[in-house]
């Protein structure tokens, strides 16, 4: 069975940093991308990160481009989201998802429960 | 970016009726993923690829569209079918959802 688990959100201040860390299992995490989505208290869903399988390739939108570093360790299973210089706005559920391969039109095929982050002083 | 736009945002319905859900793209998609998720828990792939069913989806739920429109249809709604709905493209970086409708029960 396919297991993804997010830690590693709480409370932080503006202009802090936090790190979050996403445990998978029941599959090979080797082989599939891996991405981060947040979706804020209004239950907006905006993609933050995404990594390739192998860990070689980065992908951002604007809205986070040097402040949210990804990055995965492949001998642990595991995917980090490194946030620096949060801000209010950041403050939101963060979801680290599987990205399916070719055959599912490489949709976002598991989802972790989450770990909420919140920015306020 | 591409901007996804979900109508309507708040869908009523009652029990045995069939409802269409739409997402309208600013640009032209080449597929799009659809989203279901429940109070309380975290988004779950529902259709892939505009029309495929995701392992587990009921055949009630079918997808369709092309181009800037796309839409998915619930043939007969069932208590359990209460949830926000998400539409998902990632034809072009950065990928980007829409907005959400809420689907309930009359």
């Known amino acids: 069975e396919v297991q993804l688990v997010e830690s590693g959100g709480g409370l932080v201040k503006p202009g802090g940093s936090l790190k979050l860390s996403c445990a998978a299992s029941g599959f090979t995490f080797s082989s599939y991308a891996m991405s981060w989505v947040r979706q804020s208290p209004e239950k907006r869903l905006e993609w933050v990160a995404e990594?390739?399988?192998?860990?070689?390739?980065?992908y951002y939108p604007d809205t986070v481009t040097g402040r949210f570093p990804i990055s995965r360790d492949n001998a642990k299973n595991t995917l980090y989201l490194e946030m620096s210089s949060l801000r209010s706005e950041d403050t939101a559920m963060y979801y680290c998802?599987?990205?399916?391969?070719?055959?599912?039109?490489?949709?976002?095929?598991?989802w972790g429960q989450g770990t909420s982050v919140t920015v306020s002083s | 970016q591409i901007v996804l736009t979900q109508s309507p945002a708040i869908m009523s319905a009652s029990l045995g009726e069939e409802i269409t859900l739409t997402c309208s793209a600013s640009?032209?998609?080449?597929?799009m993923h659809w989203y279901q998720q429940k109070s309380g828990t975290s988004p779950k792939l529902l259709i892939y690829?505009?029309?495929n069913l995701a392992s587990g989806v009921p055949s009630r739920f079918s997808g369709s569209g092309s181009g800037t429109f796309y839409s998915l249809t619930i043939s007969s709604v069932e208590a359990e079918d209460a949830a926000d709905y998400y539409c998902?493209?990632?034809?072009?970086?950065?990928?980007?959802f829409g907005a959400g409708t809420k689907l309930e029960l009359k």
């Open positions: 990594i390739s399988s192998g860990g070689s390739y980065t």
């Open positions: 640009s032209s998609v080449s597929y």
């Open positions: 998802a599987r990205r399916g391969g070719s055959s599912l039109g490489y949709a976002m095929d598991y």
């Open positions: 998902h493209q990632w034809s072009s970086y950065p990928c980007t």
């Open positions: 690829s505009t029309s």
